[in-house]
């Protein structure tokens, strides 16, 4: 099965103060982190990105159609141009996801619009597959406002995959980079 991998690598990055997607981890860039995981795992890679310099690797960027919105936004304008009736999404700061967890929630793809993981914090949809026809459910969101992932989720038939027991093994798994101080205490 083709399954694109969609970067969230556009946001504002308020609380961090600069660019996350080109902050490094152990010499290594956010950015090129979330491409190195998804070269493992899926056939297509597009970046939800306007900042040329996310183009370093070589993958198409795809600005905001709806601005300011939020990761929602993003994902609606890469789902219009993914190619893939199933894609992938990570945010960019979502560090530490392993190739073998992202496997886990592919083998549970079946009839839905929506996979998304949960731990004992709630759910992840930032760490998510999503089918292409749900892209109406994301256009009304949109269009009404509504720019909560939670409540996307909420109309969508979404399959639920509990994470705990691999939150237990890799407590890193959900953290997110979104202040300086959590990148200087790596």
């Keep these: 099965m083709q399954i694109t991998a ?11 103060g600069t660019d996350k997607a080109l902050l490094q981890l152990d010499g290594i860039s956010l950015l090129e982190r979330s491409v190195s995981l998804c070269k493992k795992l899926c056939n297509t890679i597009i970046i939800s990105s306007n900042n040329k310099a996310h ?5 198409p960027l795809v600005p905001d ?11 609606y304008s890469c789902l219009k141009k993914s190619e893939s009736e199933w894609n992938f999404i990570i945010s960019v700061d979502s560090a530490f996801v392993e190739a073998d967890f992202v496997s886990y929630l592919m083998a549970a793809i079946e009839d839905v619009d929506a996979i998304v993981p949960y731990g004992s914090k709630g759910i992840e949809p930032l760490i998510a597959l999503y089918n292409k026809k749900c892209l109406p459910a ?15 989720i909420a109309s969508l038939n979404t399959k639920k995959i509990d994470a705990q027991s691999w939150i237990e093994t890799h407590p890193d798994l959900f953290r997110n980079l979104n ?4 990148i200087s205490n790596f």
């Design 138 to 152: 994301f256009e009304k969101k949109i269009r009404t406002g509504d720019y909560r992932m939670q409540n996307l």
């Design 55 to 59: 183009q370093q690797f070589g993958f």
């Design 179 to 182: 202040r300086p101080e959590d």
């Design 6 to 16: 969609i970067i969230l690598a556009g946001g504002k990055s308020k609380r961090m």
């Design 65 to 75: 159609e709806f601005k300011n919105c939020g990761p929602i936004g993003g994902i």
